[in-house]
């Protein structure tokens, strides 16, 4: 199969402008307003046409899944949220502000929710996983942009998250995009060590034969792409919704190289249709 252009002098996308920067800075950016492409983010990104090469050559992607391959706004990760604070009432017999504050607390400190439950009270993680994960899915809408980019993208594509399998094939089956990705690494794959921990990129790495420095890693968490970065990996910041993705990152951060809300966008801007004819 040989390689489609990429094209970069599209991706003016003005989600940093419009959410992000406004945040960190305290103003926002119009469309006339933006400047190029290259020095068009507050953080210090490498600029696009550099690692646009890269991308072009890449022979793998990893994305995360919850608020990645789906907009955060669908709010399907607030059914987790609510069940995982239910799960905590019971199994350590507290109330709710106690289960959500330890929910909270464990999520910044140990990486997920789980893994705290599972390092402080030696907590199995089936149990939680099988109930924190039984929602309502049908919510969630095909998008026919990113199931045609997806088609188009060269390398081989995978799943990577601090989901279930169960969850990943629920979530995969519904937007119907399943037959794009070769394998799923959920947090079983990883012996239940979570994103970001180095040790759970090590394993995927390792399991899957992928060079990082020619892997591209898709993610909404901040946190989850610096131990990418810190392999090599072209990093993919999905901005969505802070209560679900953790905050933004710091204006001096350096691990993230680009920045999108709509990855079939992205994705399709970088590989377009007229290009892959």
């Known amino acids: 199969m040989s390689r489609p252009a990429i094209r970069f002098n599209r991706l003016r996308e003005t989600v940093w402008h419009n959410r992000v920067n406004s945040k960190l800075h305290g103003h926002r950016h119009t469309l006339d307003s933006m400047p190029a492409e290259d020095d068009c983010y507050a953080l210090p990104m490498e600029p696009l046409m550099n690692i646009v090469p ?14 990645t391959l789906y907009p955060a706004h669908t709010d399907l990760f607030a059914q987790i ?6 799960f905590i009432m019971s199994y350590l017999g507290v109330n709710h502000v106690e289960a959500r504050t330890l929910q909270k ?3 910044a400190s140990h990486g997920t929710t789980l893994n705290g439950l599972m390092s402080e009270h030696s907590m199995s993680p089936e149990p939680f ?17 990113l199931d045609a980019a997806l088609s188009r993208l060269p390398g081989r594509k995978m799943i990577f998250t601090n989901g279930t399998l169960r969850h990943a094939e629920n979530v995969l089956e519904r937007l119907q995009l399943a037959h794009h990705f070769e394998c ?9 060590v979570p994103k970001p921990h180095s040790s759970a990129y090590h394993h995927v790495v390792a399991v899957s034969g992928i060079h990082a420095a020619s892997t591209v890693m898709v993610d909404d968490s901040v946190k ?10 072209i990093t993919i910041w999905a901005a969505g919704k802070p209560e679900w993705s953790g905050p933004p990152p710091a204006p001096d951060a350096v691990h993230i190289h680009h920045v999108t809300e709509d990855i079939g966008a992205f994705l399709d801007n970088l590989f377009p249709a007229s290009d892959c004819a």
């Open 184 to 192: 799923i690494f959920d947090i079983a794959a990883t012996g239940y």
């Open 129 to 145: 996983l099988e109930f924190v994960h039984d929602i309502d899915v049908t919510g969630l809408v095909y998008d026919q942009r």
């Open 224 to 233: 989850n792409l610096l131990p990418a970065f810190e392999l090599g990996m």
């Open 54 to 67: 890269r991308l072009a050559k890449a022979d793998a992607w990893l994305f995360d899944l919850d608020n």
């Open 81 to 86: 949220d609510q069940r995982m604070a239910a």
């Open 105 to 107: 607390a464990y999520w």
